[in-house]
Structure formats: structure tokens, C-alpha cells
């Protein structure tokens, strides 16, 4: 009994650091409309910056909290400024992606700064702990509370009672109407960010001393935990945040409590799944809310795409399909199969998001399907490498499209989450199915490439190989794209209630979509896992959906050619700066900021 109080206990306490992170989403949603990714970023420099007043620094704690709150508020501010409100007035999906690019640059700055090595911060209050009935409470835990609890009080009475208060309420409720009624809403978008991410930074302090640790990898997990702890409770409500947030607490307490440390984040994701199915809105939305609009469609950026010539596409085609026959290095053979495994994906990711209009941010989990698949068929029955790959392939196709399915009723940003979800959820499986996929040691030993009995071990033969995949799975793409079933898929895109009223099947079209998609990338992967010899669960990870949709971005949503060139200049790029290699997620990122600011429609334009 005492055993379940310390987890209802530890349960609220945990829920409490999720909320400060959570009503801080929920303020910037409700009056931008808009996810920001880089609040675990925050979240990370607040933890920091503590680390630098408690072990550095030497102050007392009231003076600890202060400092982290006007550091991350500073950093709020500068966000808005310089980051976001120059995309006011661009598309839809601007913003989303540029606060994923603040998260990579402010991330590796970190990581820069003090290394990442974790680093310890110690609590400044007594270790002691207290008897309530059968469990027990330290003066940490208090705190905690207490910051929660209070920092709730205050944001009602400033929401409440406050004018900015007032303008904050009003840009949520009708942007555009308070506009018009005087209200400065550049000023309300200062003040929820400069809250948002005073919150988000006492959180990181809060939970870097709560387990005396802290480390420059735990900004993604904030942020996830944070969205979904937002998006159970209803995207842009703040009580409901604060109640999603008490409400994952609790299920990942007492999911650790029955199946182990390591199935607490799979709870958290299912949570989020199951809610997004029964209710899509959150459990605090009305019923009467609006649909959330979507984030391609019409609002996708303006372009003329730059229409290349067959002959010139048939020239470059050769051009590297001769390549290894000249005098080139290894290394340069290296790199552009690296390019030709990320084309796969990129070829997977832009039928999906640019041209049926689902952005998915969890499309690494279709290639660890893949991966999987054909590494445990061509090591444990022996299936010939060729034939394990199609396999993975078709796998990827079918399980991925089950996995995505419930997404298929939701819009906008709820899409993307979604599709997080499911990959973290993939990564989670993986890890804990044990049995099956070996766990964390993962699988080692998968047979080399192999086609018709031959070995391709030489860089030669892998470079022709994956070249010649890609450019059939290209070709089939292009040849999909100008039918009539890629003529529907844009269709829905452009105006998914036109495209329904017009007799369009959504959730079919969607699904052929994911199955052409999740073939090439399962093949991408399968390759992969014969290429490296050895996968786990960390080897598809989120930064890898993430650098994805950056390609796509890139080369220009929808475009098959975009893909392939957004692959090459994003593997290419940092090898041409290798000698800063740890720079190299500081390139992504202001290389995404610089697109989504100044060509939003990629370099070859949407299709």
C-alpha cells in the first residue's frame, strides 16, 4: 500500500514538472496556433543555466529561480523576435518547422557550450524525507508542488485580472477581431513566449535537481512530454494542459509500478494515441470547437517549380551510374550512398506530406520496421538478403499503414503529433520486445548485401546497387504522381473537403499513399540493416524523421526530383565542412530556418 502512495506521489510530482512545461505550449497555441518544438529546447537551458547559479555560482535558491526564469524569458523573447515573427504572414507550416530548427541550433549550442557529457546538480534543500501515512515526501517534491500549484495561481490572475490578461484572452479567441480592436498583438505574442519559456527553464531546473542529473539529450523528451501532456488535456486550453499533465504523471507512475522503467515513455505515447482516437480535440476541447485547419493544403507556399528536361535528368542519371568508374575515392562513394539511402526515405516522406498533405514526424519508425524485418528474416530463416529486403519493404507498407491509420480522421498539427507518437511507440516496442528484436543490444551480424547469391561488399557494387533502387523507386513515384491516383492524392491536399464532397475516399487514398511510401522506405531500411551489420532501437530514431522532412522541405514538398537533390545537399553539405563535424545539427538547423524564412517552397518549388 505504502509502495502505491509513493507512486501516486511521485506520479503528481513528475505531472507537476510536465505541466510547467505543458501550460507554456498551451498559452502559445491558443494565441499563435502553433506547436513549438523548441520548448524543450528551453527546457534545456534552463537546466543549465542552474547548473552554471547553483555549482558555479554558489547563489541561494530563491536567487537560482529567478535567474533561470529571466535567462529563459530573455530566450523566449529572442525566439519570437527574430525566429518566428517574421513568419506572420507565410504559410502555415512556416513556423512549425522553424521552431524545430530553433531546437537544433539552440541544442547544439548547448552541447557546444558545456559538452555533452551529463553533469550533475544537486539539489540546494535538506535531503530529508517526511511520513505521510504509508509513503514518504522530501522537500523537493514540495517545491516542485508548490512552484506548480503557484505558478497556476498566477497565470489565472494575470489571464483574469490583468490587461495584457485580457489581450492574451482575446488574440486566442479571434486573432483577427482583436486586431481589430486595438490590441497589439505582437506585444500578447512577446508576453505568452516570454512566460512560456520562464516556465519551460524553472521546469529543466526543477527536474535536473529532482534527479540530480542533467544531460544536453533531454530537451526531446521534455518537448514530447510536454505536447502530449497538452494535446490529452486540449491544444490551447491551460487547464487542460494542467490536468494532461497530472494525468500522464500518474499513468507513467503506475506503469512503472506494474511493467518496469523501461515501458514509462511507451505509456505516455499510447495515452496519446488513444485519446487523439476517441477524442481528437483533447479531453477539455468543446464539443462545438472548430476542426484545426490543416497545415498544407492552401496554405502551402506559392510556387513555380523549376521543371528539369528528360534529357538533362537522363544525362545526370548517367552521369553518377558511371561515376565508381572513374578515378573517384571511397569516400565520395560513401557519402552519395548515404545520399542514396536518405533519397529512399525523402522519395517516402514527400508522397505523404507534399503530395496527400500528412506531414508525418515519426516516418523513422517505417524505416526501423524495414530494418528489422529483413535483418530477423535473413538471420534467423536464412531468407536470401534480395529477397528479405522486398520483405522489409512490404512489411514497412503494411504494418506502417495499420500503425498510421487512426491519424487519418485528424488535421493539422494533431497529424504530426500523431505520427510522433507512433514512432516513438515503434521505438519503444523495439526496445522491450526482447524476444523478438533483442532489446537494447540490438541486432549484430546481418549478412552484407547479396543479389542472385553474389556478395556486394565492394563500395562499388553497394554504390550501383542502392543507386539503381532509388532510381526505380523514383521512376515508379513520377510515374504514380502524373496518374490519376496522384492527381486524387493532390486533390485532397490542396482541399480535403472538396476532394470528400467530390466523392474522394480520404482514408483510402491516404492509405495507398502510406503503402507506396512505406515500401521505399522499408527498402531504405532493409538496405541500411545490410549495409551496417548492426540496428537497435536508437538507430531510427526521431532526429532521423526530423532530418527527413528537412530534405523534403529542401527539395520542395511533393517533388521527386526535390527528394533526391534535398538528400544529396543535406549528406553533402557537412562533409564539405567536415572538419566542424560536430556542427553538424547546427548546420540542419539554420539551414532549415534559413528555407522556411527565405524559400519556403524548397529549391526545385512544390509540386
Do not use: C
Not at 519551460?200 to 526531446?220: F, K
Not at 492552401?298 to 523549376?306: D, G, L
Not at 571511397?330 to 506530406?353: D, E, H, K, P, R
Not at 549478412?447 to 521512376?475: C, E, H, K, N, Q
Request: hydrophobic share 55%.
Amino acid at each position: 500500500m505504502s509502495s502505491w502512495l509513493d507512486y501516486t506521489i511521485n506520479g503528481l510530482i513528475v505531472g507537476n514538472v510536465y505541466a510547467l512545461v505543458a501550460v507554456g505550449l498551451a498559452l502559445i497555441f491558443g494565441v499563435s496556433r502553433l506547436i513549438n518544438f523548441a520548448q524543450g529546447s528551453i527546457y534545456l537551458v534552463g537546466a543549465y543555466i542552474g547548473w552554471v547559479a547553483v555549482v558555479q555560482l554558489h547563489t541561494p535558491l530563491p536567487l537560482t529561480i529567478i535567474l533561470v526564469a529571466v535567462v529563459a524569458a530573455l530566450v523566449g523573447l529572442i525566439i519570437e523576435r527574430f525566429g518566428l515573427r517574421p513568419l506572420q504572414n507565410s504559410v502555415r507550416i512556416a513556423p512549425l518547422l522553424a521552431t524545430i530548427g530553433i531546437s537544433f541550433v539552440l541544442d547544439q549550442l548547448v552541447m557546444l557550450t558545456f559538452s555533452p557529457n551529463p553533469r550533475a546538480l544537486p539539489s540546494q534543500l535538506p535531503d530529508v524525507r517526511f511520513q505521510v501515512g504509508g509513503g514518504t515526501i522530501g522537500p523537493l517534491d514540495l517545491l516542485i508542488a508548490g512552484v506548480g500549484i503557484s505558478s497556476a495561481l498566477l497565470l489565472f490572475v494575470f489571464l483574469r485580472y490583468s490587461k495584457l490578461g485580457w489581450a492574451v484572452r482575446a488574440a486566442s479567441q479571434d486573432r483577427d477581431a482583436a486586431m481589430q480592436m486595438g490590441v497589439d498583438v505582437n506585444r500578447v505574442n512577446q508576453a505568452v513566449f516570454g512566460i512560456a519559456a520562464a516556465l519551460g527553464g524553472v521546469s529543466g531546473l526543477l527536474v535536473g535537481m529532482y534527479y540530480n542529473q542533467i544531460d544536453t539529450a533531454m530537451s526531446l523528451q521534455a518537448t514530447l512530454k510536454g505536447v502530449v501532456a497538452e494535446v490529452v488535456g486540449g491544444a490551447g486550453n491551460v487547464p487542460g494542459a494542467v490536468v494532461g499533465s497530472l494525468l500522464l504523471g500518474l499513468v507513467e507512475s503506475y506503469g512503472v509500478a506494474v511493467f518496469g522503467t523501461s515501458y514509462r515513455n511507451l505509456f505516455a505515447f499510447l495515452l496519446l494515441v488513444v485519446v487523439l482516437v476517441l477524442r481528437p480535440n483533447g479531453l477539455f476541447a468543446s464539443a462545438r470547437q472548430a476542426p484545426p485547419e490543416p497545415l498544407t493544403g492552401t496554405f502551402i507556399a506559392p510556387s513555380r517549380p523549376v521543371r528539369i528536361p528528360r534529357w538533362a535528368l537522363a544525362l545526370a542519371v548517367a552521369a553518377f551510374a558511371i561515376l565508381p568508374l572513374l578515378p573517384v575515392s571511397f569516400y565520395v562513394l560513401q557519402t552519395l550512398i548515404n545520399a542514396w539511402l536518405l533519397g529512399m526515405l525523402a522519395l517516402s516522406l514527400t508522397l505523404v506530406a507534399g503530395t496527400v498533405g500528412q506531414v508525418s514526424l515519426g516516418h523513422a519508425a517505417l524505416l526501423a520496421i524495414g530494418a528489422y524485418t529483413s535483418a530477423l528474416l535473413s538471420l534467423a530463416l536464412n531468407v536470401p538478403v534480395g529477397l528479405a529486403i522486398i520483405a522489409g519493404g512490404l512489411m514497412s507498407a503494411a504494418l506502417g499503414t495499420i500503425l498510421i491509420s487512426p491519424s487519418f480522421r485528424l488535421r493539422g498539427h494533431y497529424v504530426s503529433i500523431a505520427t510522433l507518437a507512433i514512432g516513438e511507440i515503434v521505438s519503444l516496442v523495439i526496445l522491450n520486445w526482447e524476444s523478438v528484436t533483442r532489446g537494447p543490444i540490438g541486432i549484430s551480424g546481418i549478412p552484407p548485401l547479396s543479389l542472385f547469391g553474389y556478395d556486394l561488399i565492394s563500395p562499388t557494387s553497394i554504390y550501383w546497387f542502392s543507386f539503381a533502387v532509388m532510381v526505380v523507386l523514383a521512376l515508379l513515384q513520377a510515374r504514380l504522381l502524373s496518374s490519376h491516383l496522384g492527381r486524387s492524392f493532390r486533390a485532397i491536399r490542396d482541399d480535403d473537403i472538396a476532394a470528400r464532397a467530390y466523392g474522394l475516399s480520404l482514408n483510402r487514398y491516404k492509405s495507398l499513399a502510406f503503402i507506396f511510401g512505406g515500401f521505399a522506405a522499408g527498402v531504405s531500411g532493409g538496405i541500411a540493416a545490410h549495409l551496417y551489420s548492426y540496428i537497435n532501437h536508437e538507430t531510427f530514431n526521431t532526429q532521423q524523421s526530423i532530418l527527413a522532412l528537412t530534405v523534403v522541405i529542401l527539395g520542395g514538398l511533393g517533388n521527386v526530383v526535390g527528394a533526391i537533390v534535398g538528400a544529396v545537399a543535406l549528406v553533402g553539405l557537412p562533409e564539405v565542412f567536415r572538419i566542424a563535424a560536430e556542427y553538424r545539427i547546427l548546420i540542419y538547423g539554420i539551414v532549415l530556418l534559413l528555407l522556411v524564412r527565405f524559400r519556403p517552397q524548397g529549391l526545385l518549388g512544390t509540386i
